[in-house]
């Protein structure tokens, strides 16, 4: 069975996490999947947008847990692997971000862990209303350090730290509210409304969300005053862009833009 299934059309990559039976968990295969399929979109410039949704019951489910358990038989107890997954688990989240497509999770069943620091990692998150949210580590003794970098980039810190300390699952219309999704949909509908939020990213100049999604997440690490510097720096980069150019002529024009 192939762990992660690719489809593209219309400019977007649909990417499916096909792990089922183990709720589309990050094992060590996953990764490596994910890993190579995300970095082979780095370069891929017939693409404009990324959905990220799992098969089966459930998005993601965190870690492998089995897997990570079996490390426990190494020579060295399993500290080396497991300091090499969550260094590839972080390597593969961040490669999330520096994509130049925006990447939408497209999430049912529910994400825990990993699962929910995947969420929280892409740009946008589209979730069935009966999805449910955790990072509930906590509750087998293992507490979500790495799911809550990305969690707390994303949520009000006492909701994070509420949610990592009480391993809580969150419904959806509370993860909506604390801004951890975008939006809410019956679950019959969420593969259509995930999919016109992306053909609408997808029909924007390219290098536009391109210098934008770089510059939304740098701007973020930096004080006022150097991410206005640097903004503005991005900003005459892409105003000087031809294809910008034809955009604003376009607009006054009052014709739709000609982006080739």
């Known amino acids: 069975m192939t762990l992660l299934t690719r489809t593209d059309a219309d400019h977007i990559a649909h990417l499916t996490l096909n792990s089922p039976d183990n709720l589309n968990a990050l094992s060590d295969a996953m990764l490596v999947a994910l890993q190579t399929e995300l970095d082979a979109l780095k370069t891929d410039k017939t693409i404009r947008a990324v959905i990220l949704s799992g098969a089966g019951k459930a998005f993601c489910a965190g870690h492998d847990l089995k897997e990570m358990q079996a490390a426990r038989q190494n020579a060295d ?8 997954l969550f260094d590839r688990c972080a390597t593969m989240m961040q490669t999330v971000q520096s994509l130049p497509q925006p990447v939408i999770a497209q999430v049912h069943g529910i994400a ?24 509930n580590g906590v509750n087998i003794g293992l507490f979500c350090s790495t799911p809550m970098v990305a969690l707390t980039r994303n949520v009000p810190r006492k909701q994070a730290f509420e949610m990592l300390t ?17 939006r809410t949909v019956p679950d019959s509908e969420l593969a259509q409304h995930t999919r016109d939020l992306a053909l609408t990213v997808a029909q924007k100049l390219p290098a536009a969300v391109t210098y934008g999604k770089e510059a939304f997440y740098a701007q973020a690490q930096m004080t006022t005053a150097d991410a206005y510097a640097y903004t503005g720096d991005v900003m005459v980069q892409n105003m000087a862009d031809v294809q910008t150019n034809e955009g604003i002529t376009a607009f006054l024009e009052k014709r739709p833009p000609n982006w080739t």
């Open 77 to 84: 107890g399993g500290t080396v692997a497991w300091r090499d």
């Open 166 to 182: 009480t391993g809580r699952f969150l419904l959806a219309s509370e993860a909506r509210e604390i801004g951890l999704i975008n």
């Open 112 to 135: 825990t862990a990993a699962g929910c620091q995947l969420v929280a990692t892409c740009d946008m998150a589209v979730a069935a209303d009966t999805t449910r949210f955790g990072v």
